[in-house]
């Protein structure tokens, strides 16, 4: 049986980062990935993808963006080779193909099991990624039979759909830029929007990323939010990255075609039904942006960035028309696919430690769970707003590193100590303590 001190599940970048800063403090360890290294942007994002970050805030421990474009946003090739040049960078050490099957707790630490092999470690970090699986809602088990159903896990281009009307169910970041993409290919869209934060691309000539990062908005921790559990489950950002670095919000979807109505609150005889909140949840998004927009110029006052910077301004109110439809029949054949744009979930099938909660969550402080020795990287505010982004695993790799460190000290403490108190007969007859 293999034995480590360290065992990261997962060679994204969340177990990267862990790996370099493990590396850091010369813990031994190793990263057992299913697939191939950065395997979530090979396998599981669409062709035209960029990331919506740009590519300066790419930054991890130790690594930074080299190229020539600060402000651009990479292709999903590129993700995979400035992930692919990091683990080479600090060496790190990846076993691939290799699907973790099991992990159990074991007398001194943890077994990890994979199909060929078991590891025994003392600590385990569980980095396999937060966007496991799409969260297809119950209701998508009566969409008509005639209707092609698909996630954005396994959409890769419009030439793959039917030529047809498409329902696209969540305007998060995913919704909206298949929602554009696809009404471009000539197949109408029909968007159906729920709760969602609208950001612009750029704000007073810079992107709004520059912002959240200068004001430190997106370095907020966990335990400073007042509702954790809600900051939690917010809708991703409105936003998407293109080399024109244009906003794509449902303003610019409505001036596309896209047709906007409520969220899909159900299926009834083969009839989506939507919501009536549309206009008050467009109200509450616009409202919400009015806010953000309000404290990013007062942090600009405040730290005199008023001459360098475009003056304040406001965007225009998002337009809902007058009566958007409650109703679409999916029988008609006017729409061919339906599109679960709902977010994602994690999958801990193979966790076998009782540190799950009802929902199939991980229950953790920070990323530190209640099992000693188990940790948690790369989930939605894990310990910062950033924790899922590429520039957010850093912070979070030191800070849980540390925490590794001081648990395995405290470990060797408690050994030491009794292998002493196990000596302490010997001693007393006057043998020497070794
Ligand atoms: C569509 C989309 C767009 C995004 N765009 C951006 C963006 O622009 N900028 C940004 O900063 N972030 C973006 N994110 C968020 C985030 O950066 C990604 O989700 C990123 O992939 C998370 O990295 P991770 O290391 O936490 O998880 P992952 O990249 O998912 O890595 C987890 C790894 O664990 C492996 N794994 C899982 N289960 C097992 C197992 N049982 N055994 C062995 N290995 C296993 C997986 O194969 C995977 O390689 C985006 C996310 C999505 C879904």
């Known amino acids: 049986m293999p034995t480590t001190t360290t065992v990261i599940?997962?060679?994204?970048?969340?177990?990267?980062?862990?790996?370099?800063?493990?590396?850091?403090?010369?813990?031994?360890?190793?990263?057992?990935?299913?697939?191939?290294?950065?395997?979530?942007?090979?396998?599981?994002?669409?062709?035209?993808?960029?990331?919506?970050?740009?590519?300066?805030?790419?930054?991890?421990?130790?690594?930074?963006?080299?190229?020539?474009?600060?402000?651009?946003?990479?292709?999903?090739p590129e993700v995979i080779a400035y992930l692919g040049t990091y683990a080479a960078a600090i060496d790190a050490p990846v076993e691939t193909n290799s699907l973790v099957t099991s992990v159990?707790?074991?007398?001194?630490?943890?077994?990890?099991?994979?199909?060929?092999?078991?590891?025994?470690?003392?600590?385990v970090v569980l980095a396999s990624g937060a966007c496991n699986k799409p969260?297809?809602?119950?209701?998508?088990?009566?969409?008509?039979?005639?209707?092609?159903?698909?996630?954005?896990?396994?959409?890769?281009n419009p030439d793959q759909l039917e030529e047809g009307g498409v329902l696209i169910a969540g305007a998060s970041a995913t919704g909206i830029q298949l929602a554009d993409e696809i009404q471009q290919s000539g197949r109408p869209v029909t968007l159906a929007v729920g709760g969602h934060v609208r950001a612009p691309r750029q704000y007073r000539g810079m992107d709004i990323m520059?912002?959240?990062?200068?004001?430190?908005?997106?370095?907020?921790?966990?335990?400073?939010?007042?509702?954790?559990?809600r900051a939690r489950s917010l809708p991703s950002f409105q936003l998407a990255g293109s080399p024109t670095r244009s906003t794509i919000d449902l303003n610019t979807l409505r001036r596309h075609g896209v047709k906007l109505v409520g969220r899909l609150a159900g299926i009834r005889d083969g009839s989506a039904q939507f919501s009536g909140s549309l206009r008050n949840q467009c109200i509450l998004a616009d409202l919400k942006l009015g806010r953000l927009l309000d404290n990013l110029d007062e942090w600009a006052t405040r730290h005199g960035l008023d001459p360098e910077t475009e003056p304040p301004h406001r965007f225009a109110p998002t337009h809902v028309e007058e009566s958007p439809p409650l109703l679409a029949n999916l029988t008609a054949g006017d729409i061919k696919t339906v599109i679960w744009a709902t977010g994602y979930q994690p999958d801990y099938s193979w966790l076998n430690v009782p540190v799950?909660?009802?929902?199939?969550?991980?229950?953790?402080?920070?990323?530190?769970?209640?099992?000693p020795g188990l940790?948690?990287?790369?989930?939605?505010?894990?310990?910062?707003?950033?924790?899922?982004?590429?520039?957010?695993?850093?912070?979070?790799?030191?800070?849980?590193?540390?925490?590794?460190?001081?648990?395995?000290?405290?470990?060797?403490?408690?050994?030491?100590?009794?292998?002493?108190?196990?000596?302490?007969?010997?001693?007393?007859?006057?043998?020497?303590?070794?």
Request: glycine share 10%; aromatic share 8%; with cysteine.
């Open 210 to 229: 520059w912002w959240l990062d200068a004001a430190g908005i997106l370095d907020e921790r966990y335990d400073h939010v007042d509702d954790i559990v």
């Open 375 to 434: 940790y948690l990287m790369g989930t939605p505010f894990l310990r910062r707003r950033k924790s899922t982004l590429i520039d957010g695993v850093g912070a979070d790799a030191r800070d849980l590193s540390a925490h590794i460190a001081d648990h395995l000290h405290r470990v060797a403490r408690v050994t030491h100590h009794a292998a002493s108190s196990q000596r302490q007969p010997a001693d007393a007859c006057g043998l020497p303590e070794y």
């Open 104 to 123: 159990r707790t074991s007398r001194d630490g943890y077994r990890v099991t994979t199909a060929g092999c078991e590891w025994h470690c003392r600590t």
């Open 9 to 76: 599940i997962g060679a994204g970048q969340a177990g990267l980062a862990m790996s370099r800063c493990l590396s850091e403090r010369s813990i031994d360890h190793v990263i057992l990935e299913r697939g191939e290294v950065a395997n979530s942007w090979r396998t599981g994002r669409w062709d035209s993808l960029r990331l919506l970050t740009p590519n300066w805030q790419s930054r991890l421990p130790g690594f930074r963006y080299q190229g020539d474009n600060p402000d651009g946003f990479m292709t999903m």
């Open 135 to 156: 969260d297809v809602p119950p209701v998508a088990e009566a969409v008509p039979g005639n209707v092609t159903q698909l996630t954005p896990a396994h959409y890769r």
């Open 356 to 371: 799950l909660d009802e929902r199939g969550q991980i229950q953790h402080d920070g990323g530190v769970t209640s099992s």
